[in-house]
């Protein structure tokens, strides 16, 4: 089996690149080439150095795609990101341009898009010959069973719009879960489990006294060193892609920050009491399959990150709460009952799934179906 596949990457936030890594090594295993990534994102980030290495030997370039509009660096603003990203439309059609022309010069098999919304509009307008599979959590809105938060229909409307954007022409949506449940065939969409890398398999889980924090955006640092304040015993280790850390800034001995490092990361959750996090799909499913409880603050104004939280509680990851409020958590921690090897397993089957819907989709467009 020797296909050649190229993935098109949303690229605000760690989730949706870690994936891509995942899969890149799920098929490297299975004989199959990934020849291109093209990442979405804003003017305000850079493609990260891990996920660079990551991809080395590959063709990886980066094209401009919406993006979120923040308030102080944490809070989404919703009426600002729609007027943002409108005023940005002829950008936006050139890079749909760009995607073209990516795809016409490595002319591959298949496209596999995780969640950028330009790649499902290039799929509508172009109509190209070559099949795309859209990969995502998000997709498991479309489920009936998914556990919407109560109210919030504006918002609901909304997420369920963006995500049938991003996978606008795709033969497949794989909805990536923390559970396993049943598929939605008249929408095409096949519930997967999530895509871990080979570097947490690697991972030996220990319990080294301390909490791990993720903080996707910068601005909820201040959160974080006014609770330290009132809890200095408490030791946290901090990662963020804040550009004023290149390595690690020691803030006094219980508490520091780290420059994004995804081996680093990893290697520190499986020696940590716990996670800290806004609630981003991959950041919980790799403390579930370490055995860490999770506490999940999501971004202000993010509403996926609302329904994640809620999703990943009753699927046992831990608890949730509006703000990091750190204390709470420390109170949980004695009630939280191990996972166990369900979600492990189910994990362990994301390769015979992902490759079953590939097959699937190549021989139905060669016309073998």
């Not at 291109?36 to 493609?47: D, Y």
């Not at 504006?154 to 909805?175: E, H, I």
């Not at 330290?228 to 030791?235: A, D, F, G, L």
């Not at 999940?296 to 831990?318: I, K, T, W, Y």
């Amino acid at each position: 089996m020797d296909l050649k596949i190229m993935f098109i990457v949303q690229g605000e936030g760690r989730g949706h690149m870690t994936q891509a890594i995942s899969l890149k090594q799920l098929l490297n295993r299975n004989g199959c080439t990934v020849c291109s990534v093209l990442v979405g994102s804003s003017s305000a980030r850079e493609v990260p150095d891990f996920f660079l290495k990551s991809m080395e030997g590959v063709s990886v370039s980066r094209f401009l795609s919406p993006n979120f509009v923040t308030r102080n660096s944490r809070a989404i603003r919703i009426m600002p990101t729609v007027i943002y990203n409108l005023q940005r439309l002829r950008t936006y059609r050139k890079s749909i341009r760009e995607i073209e022309n990516a795809v016409n010069e490595h002319k591959p098999d298949l496209i596999i898009n995780f969640y950028d919304p330009l790649a499902g509009l290039f799929c509508f307008l172009k109509r190209p010959k070559t099949p795309m599979i859209a990969v995502a959590h998000q997709y498991l809105a479309e489920h009936p069973g998914f556990p919407f938060p109560k109210g919030y229909a504006g918002d609901k409307f909304a997420l369920k719009a963006y995500t049938n954007l991003t996978a606008w022409g795709s033969k497949r949506k794989l909805a990536l879960s923390f559970y396993e449940t049943d598929d939605l065939e008249r929408k095409n969409v096949l519930v997967v489990p999530p895509l871990l890398r080979n570097e947490v398999f690697e991972q030996a889980a220990s319990n080294g006294g301390y909490f791990l924090v993720y903080l996707v955006n910068k601005g909820y640092r201040d959160d974080i060193l006014n609770w330290h304040r009132e809890n200095p015993q408490v030791t946290l280790h901090c990662f963020t892609d804040n550009k004023d850390i290149t390595d690690v800034m020691q803030v006094d001995e219980t508490l520091f920050f780290h420059q994004l490092n995804d081996r680093k990361f990893l290697s520190m959750m499986a020696g940590a009491r716990g996670l800290i996090s806004t609630a981003g799909f991959e950041s919980i499913c790799e403390a579930m399959y370490l055995g860490k409880p999770a506490f999940m603050v999501p971004v202000e104004g993010h509403f996926e990150q609302l329904c994640n939280s809620r999703d990943a509680h009753l699927a046992g990851a831990g608890i949730y709460d509006k703000s990091f409020n750190i204390g709470r958590f420390l109170d949980y921690l004695p009630q939280h009952r191990e996972i166990g090897d369900k979600f492990r397993n189910w994990v362990h089957r994301a390769e015979e799934k992902f490759m079953a819907s590939i097959m699937e989709v190549i021989h139905e467009s060669s016309g073998e179906y």
